[in-house]
């Protein structure tokens, strides 16, 4: 995936150097997800002039990077962003915890069916189907939520349920080749599902805390959809 600059251009600030002031902004765009593993960035005659700078600077900038092991410069091709992201770092970032001090997390699979892809799923592509996986979350032994997660068709054709652990972003990177490098949350409250298991019949008249996450894979494609809803009185959603 190609990445362009929204950079405005650069002047020099301070003593640090205008090679080392652009460096560490490119670092600062992959630490922070704005450039992810694999994206080619712009040609360097059309980036200095973006970043207003000459392009013996940038070369400069780009060979730290390179220094540092967070780029890679095809012969022909082009610089590329090079930053696996680790798959317990990306978990860690959104998640749910307990209200009243730290727990162990793990996850209950309830089931996996190869389904048509509703249209209340938000998975575009030429896929029709897609697998939809239902979970209750524990929090040590706290019910903390109910997932609902939809992963697109065009990742696999079939799920080993004897492969799933308590990640599916583990399972996503072992068993289908998968990076989920990005997610955009949208939290709110709701009333629980109908299928909600008997478990959660007590509370099935109270609106709980509501997550719709859309996951996107290392190609910057939406590869998963998933609707999470989360007791408030035990547990909170916490985002870093």
């Given at each position: 995936m190609s990445s362009d600059l929204q950079t405005p251009p650069l002047t020099k600030q301070g003593t640090l150097p205008l090679a080392d002031q652009i460096a560490e902004m490119l670092v600062r765009d992959i630490h922070t997800g704005i450039l992810s593993d694999g994206d080619r960035l712009p040609p360097e005659r059309r980036m200095s002039q973006k970043l207003g700078i000459a392009v013996g600077t940038l070369r400069k900038a780009l060979a730290e990077l390179e220094r540092r092991g967070l780029l890679k410069r095809v012969q022909g091709s082009g610089n590329y962003i090079n930053h696996p992201v680790n798959v317990e770092n990306v978990y860690a970032l959104f998640r749910l915890e307990k209200i009243h001090g730290p727990a162990n997390?793990?996850?209950?699979?309830?089931?996996?069916?190869?389904?048509?892809?509703?249209?209340?799923?938000?998975?575009?592509?030429?896929?029709?189907?897609?697998?939809?996986?239902?979970?209750?979350?524990?929090?040590?032994?706290?019910?903390?939520?109910?997932?609902?997660?939809?992963?697109?068709?065009?990742?696999?054709?079939?799920?080993?349920?004897?492969?799933?652990?308590?990640?599916?972003?583990r399972f996503y990177l072992e068993h289908l080749d998968l990076r989920i490098t990005r997610a955009e949350d949208r939290?709110?409250?709701?009333?629980?599902?109908?299928?909600?298991?008997?478990?959660?019949?007590?509370?099935?008249?109270?609106?709980?805390?509501?997550?719709?996450?859309?996951?996107r894979d290392q190609y910057g494609l939406i590869a998963e959809y998933s609707r999470t809803w989360f007791d408030p009185s035990e547990v909170r959603f916490v985002a870093r």
């Open positions: 997390p793990s996850a209950q699979l309830l089931g996996v069916e190869k389904t048509r892809k509703p249209a209340t799923v938000m998975l575009p592509g030429s896929c029709a189907h897609a697998f939809r996986f239902t979970r209750i979350r524990h929090l040590d032994d706290t019910v903390a939520a109910l997932e609902e997660i939809w992963l697109d068709g065009r990742i696999t054709n079939e799920i080993d349920t004897a492969k799933i652990g308590h990640s599916l972003y939290v709110g409250v709701a009333l629980l599902p109908q299928w909600a298991p008997e478990i959660f019949n007590k509370h099935k008249n109270k609106h709980w805390g509501f997550i719709e996450r859309l996951s």
